[in-house]
């Protein structure tokens, strides 16, 4: 904080121990009147955001390639929500062709 203090960047601090996401997008609402962030991110934040009502839509991008692995990467990784006894229900709100590989998906999130 030090660093940014100097530079006279603003910043915002949420939570003590952890980031309390909630508290952090209240804060960038009050102060700064941002009421909308993007996030490109893995499973775990994903997972995060989801199960503290943060995410309101999901875009999903398919691009024309097949990667095979051994590990579980997953859109959203959560040992709190088992995906098949409490899925999140999603509305599909628009569908688009970017190109000739890739394809826009946008749901809304509804429960």
């Known amino acids: ?18 980031v309390d996401l909630k508290e952090a997008m209240e804060k960038l609402n009050l102060e700064y009147k941002i ?9 775990i ?11 309101n839509e999901i875009h999903v991008l398919i691009h024309l390639e097949l990667v095979g692995d051994v590990n579980k990467d997953s859109i959203f990784i959560s040992k709190d929500l088992n995906p098949l006894n409490n899925p999140i229900k999603l509305k599909l709100a628009h569908i688009d062709k970017l190109n000739d590989d890739m394809v826009w998906i946008k749901y809304d999130i509804i429960g």
Request: net charge negative; glycine share 10%.
């Open 1 to 18: 904080m030090d660093f940014l203090k100097e530079r006279n960047i603003d910043y915002i601090v949420a939570g003590v121990k952890h």
């Open 35 to 43: 009421n909308s962030i993007r996030v490109d991110s893995g499973g």
């Open 45 to 55: 934040l994903n997972a995060v955001l989801l199960n503290e009502g943060l995410a």
